[in-house]
T-cell receptor, first 114, second 115 residues
Framework: AQSVTQLGSHVSVSEGALVLLRCNYSSSVPPYLFWYVQYPNQGLQLLLKYTSAATLVKGINGFEAEFKKSETSFHLTKPSAHMSDAAEYFCAVSEPGGGNKLTFGTGTQLKVEL | SAVISQKPSRDICQRGTSLTIQCQVDSQVTMMFWYRQQPGQSLTLIATANQGSEATYESGFVIDKFPISRPNLTFSTLTVSNMSPEDSSIYLC????????????FGPGTRLTVL
């Protein structure tokens, strides 16, 4: 069975600082990995995904993530935080050949301070 | 991409009643999913709804409690039956094409409070 761990339920950064949100997976085979963002009172929106092509994936709004098989990680980064980045971020996995079913992590609430 | 709407956006219901949530997509899609997001928690998949067949429920979720309809390729409903306060959650529908690499597109959610 797959699982996803997001370390840090709340992360606070200053505007302009580096954003680092952590995601580790547990799976018998390397999964496909997704980062979604949820703004208040809205549904989830895809930021980026890893589907076994390039290990460094660039997404929308300046975010990127690197798949590291040796560390079973897929951490999300952004060089410079903006106030508009304040939201909840979810890491999710799907199993190759397992259809479109996603298993989500517990989420990380990102706060951006002036 | 897909544009998804849900009705109602929020509701407050009494214990023991039922609520049906609608999910409408602007294009035909293969798979529709229903998730529950309990307060302060992550998303948990309730079931997968395919057109023309019975929904597939995840462990811990049963059809009697969460009956689902999928009458066509653009519409689905989820009913939360015989509600209790523990059913207070956000319920989200999403759509996908069926492959493990596919992006799922999410609706805005239905915020349900059960008194």
């Amino acid at each position: 069975a797959q699982s996803v761990t997001q370390l840090g339920s709340h992360v606070s950064v200053s505007e302009g600082a580096l954003v680092l949100l952590r995601c580790n997976y547990s799976s018998s085979v390397p999964p496909y990995l997704f980062w979604y963002v949820q703004y208040p009172n809205q549904g989830l929106q895809l930021l980026l995904k890893y589907t076994s092509a390039a290990t460094l994936v660039k997404g929308i709004n300046g975010f990127e993530a690197e798949f590291k098989k040796s560390e079973t990680s897929f951490h999300l980064t952004k060089p410079s935080a903006h106030m508009s980045d304040a939201a909840e971020y979810f890491c999710a996995v799907s199993e190759p050949g397992g259809g479109n079913k996603l298993t989500f992590g517990t989420g990380t609430q990102l706060k951006v301070e002036l | 991409s897909a544009v998804i709407s849900q009705k109602p956006s929020r509701d407050i219901c009494q214990r023991g009643t039922s609520l049906t949530i609608q999910c409408q997509v602007d294009s035909q899609v293969t798979m529709m999913f229903w998730y529950r997001q309990q307060p302060g928690q992550s998303l948990t998949l309730i079931a997968t709804a395919n057109q023309g067949s019975e929904a597939t429920y995840e462990s811990g979720f049963v059809i009697d409690k969460f009956p689902i309809s999928r009458p066509n390729l653009t519409f689905s409903t989820l009913t939360v039956s015989n509600m209790s306060p523990e059913d207070s959650s956000i319920y989200l529908c999403s759509v996908g094409r069926g492959a493990s690499t596919d992006t799922q597109y999410f609706g805005p959610g239905t915020r349900l409070t059960v008194l």
